[in-house]
């Protein structure tokens, strides 16, 4: 599939170092970078992504950033008091 995402720029460095895929590209934005890759559909990608909660928002497929939203809108109801 092909993935779309913001990343801070803390992520960026190190998908430098370990990128997600060979087709992977980085672009600057004034915070954070711009990140398309192809990369494969499953559970490890989902792992991945809630891994990194803070530092990425899923922009495309559409599919897969409405479900990310809804597993951490669920996780964080789950801290409300």
Do not use: F, K
Request: aromatic share 6%; charged share 20%; proline share 4%.
């Amino acid at each position: 599939m092909e993935l779309q995402a913001w990343v801070s720029d803390a992520l960026a460095r190190q998908l430098r170092e370990a990128p997600l895929s060979a087709d992977m590209q980085l672009t600057a934005l004034e915070q954070g970078h711009r990140l398309r890759a192809t990369v494969v559909d499953g559970w490890p990608l989902r792992w991945w992504l809630l891994s990194q909660a803070e530092a990425l928002v899923v922009e495309q497929p559409n599919a897969l950033r409405e479900e990310i939203g809804r597993t951490l809108a669920n996780a964080a109801a789950q801290y409300q008091t």
